[in-house]
Structure formats: C-alpha cells, structure tokens
C-alpha cells in the first residue's frame, strides 16, 4: 500500500505530512511495508504512552477498536491523552484482533529486524511490549510516531473534478421502477460556477451562554401578536394558535444544586455550559422552553446559532416552518431563519409523509403556503440536460426518483454510451448544483439561525461535496457551527444514537434472525450441494457445529 493508496483511506483525518513523507523515505531505501512499520510501532508508542506498556503486544488493537474499557489507567484522561488515541485510531486502521494479528506477524517477517525498534517472538504473542521495545535503532521512526500522537490532523478531501463545455458526462440514474445510464453536456456559460460553493468560515468559538427567562416571556408576547396577525389573514382556528404565554406561564423552572438538592426558588437565568439536562415530565414545557430560545436568538442574539434535533422528519419540517411563518412573510422571495436538515436518501418517502401529512393540508386548505415546499422540490436542472429521446426512450418520459439525483455520480462518459465510467476516476462536480431547487436547503444553512434536524441525519447523512470536500456527517456540521443544540425527547434520540453507534448483533434467537442460525443453514445447504469438500471447507463445517454446540450448552444452563 502507497503512501498516496494511504491518502484514499476511508478515514476522517490525514496522517501528518512528516509521517506520508518518512513512508516514502522508508519505500526509497526498499522497505516493502512502510506504512505498515510506522503503524505497528505507533500503536506501541500509544500504549507506552498511556503507561500500559506492560500489555501483551497484542493488547493494541482493544484501544484502537474503541471499547469502553474499565481500566484505571484510562480514566480520567487528559486533552493530550484523548488526542493520542484519537490520532492513532485514525492512522493505524487495525481495529479489529485478526487485523492487528496480522499486522503484527507482517511486521516480523517483512520487515528486517535492523529497522524495526520493537522485536517479539510469534510464538509468544502475549510478551509485554516494554520487554518488546529494543534499544533505539531507528530514531527517525520513534521521532515521527511520537509526533503523530500530538499532531492536529488535517481533514481527508475528497477528489473532484470540473466538468468541461461540449464534453458528454455519465451517470446513473434511477427512476421508481429501475437504474438507467444516461449522458449529459453542458454550455460554456453553465460550467462557469466556481467549486466548491463558499460555506462556512471555520469553527463556532464555543462561549457559556446565559438565557434571562424574563427575555423568553418577551418573545411569549411577540409570538402571539405574530399568531393573531396570521390568524386573521389565514383564518387560522384557535387550535392553530400557540397561546404562549399561557405556555409560558405554566414553566416552573428550578436548578438542581450538586447532592441532588432542588432549589426552592424559580431560577431566573438558565446557564447553558456544556452539558444541561432540563428534566421534566411530559407537558411541562420542555419544548415550550426550547423554541422561545430560538425566538430570542433570532431576534436579540444573531451571533449563536441553535439546533433543535427532533424525533422525525415530519416534525422538522412542521417546526421550521412554524417558526419561519412567525417572522417570514413569503417562502418563494425571504431568506428563512430556520431551515430543516435533512437525509437525501429517504426523500421519496419524505415527499409522501409531507403530502399526507395534517399540517401541509390544513395549510393547502386555509390557502397558506407551507415552507416545506421550499426544502422538498423535486426539479433538477441536470434531467433537463437529458437529450429529448432518451427522456422518451430510456426514461419514458418519467422523472428520476426523488433522492436519487445525480448530483454526487457525474463521471466523463466512456466512447461506448453502454458502458459504464471507470470505478477509479473521480466523480464531477454538477455544474448547476448552486442553482439547484432540490438543493435549497443546502444555501439556506449558512444565514439561518436556527436548525432542525433528527438523529438519523446526524448520524447517517453526509455532506454535498459541492460546499464541503470534508467527509464528514450532518452531525458533525452541527457541532461545529451550532452553539446551542437542543435534544427534544433525549430519550428516544439516544435509543437513535445507540441502534447506529453501538449496534447489537444478535448472534441466536428463538427464531433464524440469529447469525449462527443463519449460518448453520447455509453450512448444510453447501455441504449436501458439494460432493467433494475442500479442506479449508471441512474445516469450516466443523468450526461451525462446535460453535453451535457450545451455543446450545450455554443456553441450556
């Protein structure tokens, strides 16, 4: 693996340039591994680090994969401490016991003993690495790792390319019934667009914020003139109203000294410094709290920017709305003040739960303009490329499916129109994504105040590389542009946060859900269908029913 292979690696960060250049330094002079050298010798100079040297040289891998670890000498860590090991997850991808066990035997039979400054036998794994450490031979290596541990690693970019006037580009396209290939080309005057689009300038400085509540009774009053205006231009029913300050008048807020003692008096100021919990049961107005703070940013503190992370798409969408409708006038011509955050993958079934929904039709009804519309287009300019016979041959005339736009999949078109680009070239950037009326939400974010978006899009959903060449997730965007973030119903966003972040897999049930059940079917399927088995394959077989009979004998206690 080269060190520009290492480079394309699917991790957040780079590794610093000291450390590409000693890879190519080490490939010059013959060494066949390099990466691999300075990565084993940096995953030891972490545990030295963190004074666990007295490991097994195996132990490395159980600090890369992440695992809660009791361990005294992992508690309490510092700022540098978390650094290292955050570092060396992102430059040593051995995270797994067979991956790092492999990497160890590489690390001993390909690479000669008079360049390495670690030495074990393979026969005995479980040597500690402090009697593994030699005497110095390559004090570069040790000097490089050592720098690694304390370096602030660059982010990855992904690789993109421009696209070219009168040159014809390829893509996949996929409608509600299948997946086409279709070419496109682009005028002059439509690749002039600079890529990528302006965004946002840096890091959020993160400050304390104090919230006087006599401020949010304020907003209390602005919100229901605001209401009682729309009320008479749509004819909204008293059930659309918010009634905030009888909302607001029912709030009974009280700080939680250390010792669990309650404070008698109200509190008259909420103090939000890192993490607060607002504890309350259903009704009390936890989220009543929550969007009269967005209210007072909007209009008294245009310097922070808060996001409310809610349970579901469709209540996202009804909030932003709601709070776009109290100091917005028209979705087609204002720049809105909150703006949904969305996954693009779901977008068919977004567009059908928005169309259903109560709160769209009762807007349809009463002739008001919901701001949703704005955020859920479907129009992309790019299908309007499309030659006029292939839209009737190969689309029959029908529109790509809604979340499925190529933005992200336009590669220089092959001579063949019927094959396809080569997986290795680097995809294009879609010269019309910054006019894009499916993208709007995207040139929204910047001037809005406030975002709402769920745990799926944080967790799951990235980035277009059209404003940030980053890979990073919507979540990652948030915590670092937004400086309140608000969890509404934390509960359910952590049982969210959990299914995606400590994923369970259920290894044998009652049913054939199991992965051990579902193995064994298969393992006897394959047996009765080859009459001549392989050794590798014998082997298989009798590691599976031993697995299975242990499995039995543990649930039988």
Not at 358 to 372: I, M
Request: contains cysteine; hydrophobic residues 35%; glycine residues 4%.
């Amino acid at each position: 693996m080269s060190a520009k292979k290492y480079r394309n690696a699917n991790t957040l960060f780079l590794p610093p340039d000291e450390f590409v250049r000693r890879v190519e330094f080490l490939k010059d002079e013959g060494i066949a591994e390099p990466e691999l050298l300075l990565q084993v010798e940096l995953g030891f100079a972490l545990m030295e680090r963190m004074g666990l040297d007295d490991e097994p040289v195996t132990a490395v891998w159980a600090i890369l994969s992440g695992m809660f670890i009791r361990h005294p000498r992992l508690q309490n860590l510092s700022a540098e401490d978390r650094r290292a090991i955050a570092n060396v997850r992102q430059i040593v991808p051995f995270s797994s016991r067979f991956n790092w066990l492999n990497a160890l035997r590489d690390y001993v039979r390909n690479i000669p003993e008079d360049r390495r400054n670690y030495d074990f036998d393979l026969q005995d794994l479980d040597e500690q690495i402090i009697n593994a450490a030699k005497n110095l031979q390559q004090e570069a290596n040790q000097s490089i790792v050592e720098s690694c541990l304390c370096a602030i690693l660059q982010y990855r970019s992904r690789k993109r390319e421009l696209v070219k006037a009168a040159t014809y580009y390829q893509f996949e396209a996929e409608t509600q019934t299948e997946t086409v290939n279709l070419q496109v080309k682009f005028t002059q005057e439509q690749v002039t667009t600079v890529y990528p689009l302006s965004w946002f300038d840096g890091v959020q400085a993160r400050l304390p914020v104090a919230i006087d509540l006599a401020d949010l009774a304020a907003e209390t009053i602005f919100l229901d003139d605001r209401e009682e205006v729309l009320a008479r231009q749509y004819s909204w029913s008293n059930a659309a109203k918010g009634n905030w300050k009888k909302r607001f008048s029912k709030l009974n807020y009280h700080k939680v000294r250390s010792g669990n003692i309650v404070d008698r008096q109200t509190a008259p100021t909420l103090n939000i410094d890192g993490f607060t919990h607002i504890a309350g049961m259903v009704a009390s107005g936890k989220s009543t709290l929550s969007l009269l703070l967005a209210s007072n940013i909007i209009r008294n503190r245009t310097d922070l920017r808060i996001t409310i992370v809610v349970g579901d798409t469709q209540s996202a969408i009804k909030i932003a709305n709601q709070i776009n409708w109290w100091f917005c006038d028209n979705p087609e011509t204002d720049d809105p003040v909150a703006v949904p955050i969305l996954g693009r993958s779901r977008r068919d079934s977004h567009l059908q739960s928005f169309a259903n929904s109560d709160d769209y039709l009762n807007h349809l009804q009463r002739g008001q303009a919901h701001w949703g519309e704005r955020w859920l287009s479907t129009v992309c300019p790019l299908q309007a490329r499309i030659s006029q016979s292939d839209r009737n041959s190969i689309l029959n005339g029908k529109p790509l499916k809604p979340g499925t736009e190529p933005c992200h999949f336009l590669k220089k078109a092959p001579k063949d129109k019927k094959k396809t680009p080569k997986s290795n070239s680097n995809p294009c950037f879609c010269p019309l994504f910054d006019r894009c009326p499916s993208q709007q939400a995207y040139r929204d974010m910047p001037k809005a105040r406030v975002w709402i978006t769920t745990p799926g899009a944080m967790s799951i959903s990235g980035m277009p590389y059209h404003y940030e060449l980053r890979p990073i997730k919507i979540g990652e965007l948030v915590y670092e542009q937004s400086d309140i973030v608000v969890f509404d119903e934390a509960d359910t966003i952590i049982e969210w946060f959990d299914k995606v972040y400590a994923e369970q897999l259920t290894l044998t049930d009652s049913s054939i859900n199991g992965v051990f059940d579902k193995i064994g079917v298969k393992t006897e399927q394959s047996n009765r269908t080859d009459s001549v088995r392989s050794p590798l394959k014998s082997r298989w077989r009798n590691v599976e029913r031993n697995a299975q009979t242990a499995i039995e004998a543990t649930l039988a206690k």
